[in-house]
């Protein structure tokens, strides 16, 4: 399938789908707590966000991998600035500039979030930070683009803060994992 022809489906579809090389997969919905902590996160990155350039998003925002030419919905990106969208789209809904992706793994997804996907996300110039947060227990992980482009990973467990220094914000653990209905 083409990517226009998956545009065109995508465009008419009640569930999102996943693009590469041709192939598209569903996309699962998530549990209770998926949406939680994704929800989570795009507010605390919201509040601290809107005075500045940058806006998060939720997962409907279609994320586009113009160097491999994924086409996914992470459960959240932060855009600073004006959105660039994928020249081939011609809807203008596919975004190619994000600062930062956001993934909550899922048993179902976690080994592809983790592996595969994030190294399709890797290769997203103006991307800096990429944070997975973990369902089963309080883990974030953030992958941070160093000045010389190399990648690197610092782990945050239990109550602590991450930090994303391309945005100058923080984000406690208590606050990203809080659920007033456990």
């Given at each position: 399938m083409s990517f226009a022809e998956y545009l065109a489906i995508e465009a008419e579809s009640t569930?999102?789908?996943?693009f590469l090389q041709g192939q598209v997969w569903a996309m699962?919905?998530?549990?209770r707590r998926h949406v939680a902590i994704a929800a989570n996160l795009l507010r605390l990155l919201g509040n601290q966000l809107q005075a500045g350039p940058c806006q998060a998003h939720s997962s409907d925002v279609r994320i586009r991998v113009l160097a491999t030419g994924l086409a996914t919905y992470p459960a959240g990106s932060i855009i600073c600035g004006q959105a660039e969208l994928d020249p081939e789209d011609e809807r203008g809904e596919s975004v190619t500039n994000p600062v930062v992706l956001?993934?909550?793994l899922s048993p179902s997804t976690a080994e592809y979030?983790?592996?595969e996907k994030l190294e399709h996300?890797?290769?997203i110039a103006s991307l800096r930070h990429v944070l997975i947060a973990a369902q089963d227990e309080r883990r974030i992980d953030v992958w941070?683009?160093?000045a010389d482009g190399t990648w690197a990973l610092a782990r945050q467990l239990g109550p602590g803060v991450v930090h994303l220094s391309a945005l100058g914000a923080d984000l406690p653990l208590d606050?990203?994992?809080?659920?007033?209905?456990a």
């Open positions: 569930i999102k789908h996943e699962a919905g998530g549990s956001i993934e909550v979030d983790e592996g996300y890797k290769r941070t683009r160093g606050d990203v994992y809080h659920d007033p209905l």
